[in-house]
């Protein structure tokens, strides 16, 4: 939570259990590498996970930053700390996230948004010089989402090639086409309590219905 939260200073929980998630995760890794293991060997492992050590290893990122400069990760709001515009703005109507996680993305990323002088802008011509000036470049990227609309935003980002989506909520999640596709949100039956939306939790091999 110390790095979770607006860039103010207010601390927000994550919208899911994600020590249990993760460290369910790595277990069933441990579980896997003993099993190959015992093929191998015809010797059995201790598999030992804790919550602790599953979220360390999850968040490598921030505790490297702090380890290789001693600086401390802040909140940072939706904004990403070494990669600028990664983030979402608000649009007249729904917020959109983008991602412009590379150079070649930044120089199709001006002339997307009708902004073309400011790839070669000397405040903003490499990541590392929009992350040094990441806020008035995020406040005028924030003042330019706000005057259209998420829909007119998102066929230019996505004509350019740019990574961008709208910020949708669980139900426009399990109505969306490709959780159809998917098969992300079947229906089960129960012959005392009939039909029931379920959730498809899937992996390389196999489908695991709950």
């Known amino acids: 939570m110390s790095v979770t939260g607006t860039t103010d200073g207010e601390r927000v929980r994550c919208g899911y259990s ?7 995760m790595f277990a069933l890794i441990g579980v896997l590498m003993a099993l190959t293991s015992l093929d191998a060997s015809g010797q059995g492992q201790f598999v030992d996970v804790s919550m602790l050590d599953s979220m360390i290893s999850a968040m490598i990122s921030n505790f490297m930053i702090y380890l290789g400069s001693g600086s401390v990760p802040e909140p940072l709001g939706t904004s990403y700390p070494s990669i600028v515009p990664y983030r979402a703005f608000p649009t007249q109507d729904t917020d959109i996230a983008i991602a412009v996680g590379s150079e070649k993305l930044w120089r199709v990323f001006g002339p997307a948004i009708g902004r073309s002088e400011l790839v070669d802008h000397p405040d903003y011509a490499t990541n590392s010089m929009r992350v040094k000036n990441r806020v008035p470049l995020e406040s005028l990227l924030t ?18 090639g740019v990574p961008a989506s709208p910020i949708r909520r ?7 086409p490709q959780c159809a596709v ?26 695991l219905r709950f």
């Open 18 to 24: 994600v020590a249990d998630v993760s460290t369910g």
């Open 143 to 160: 003042e330019m989402f706000y005057a259209d609309t998420m829909e007119n935003w998102l066929a230019k980002l996505r004509a350019a």
């Open 170 to 176: 669980l139900d426009e999640v399990v109505n969306d």
């Open 182 to 207: 998917r098969e992300m949100f079947p229906y089960t039956s129960d012959p005392a309590g009939g039909r029931w939306p379920g959730q498809l939790f899937r992996c390389s091999s196999s489908r």
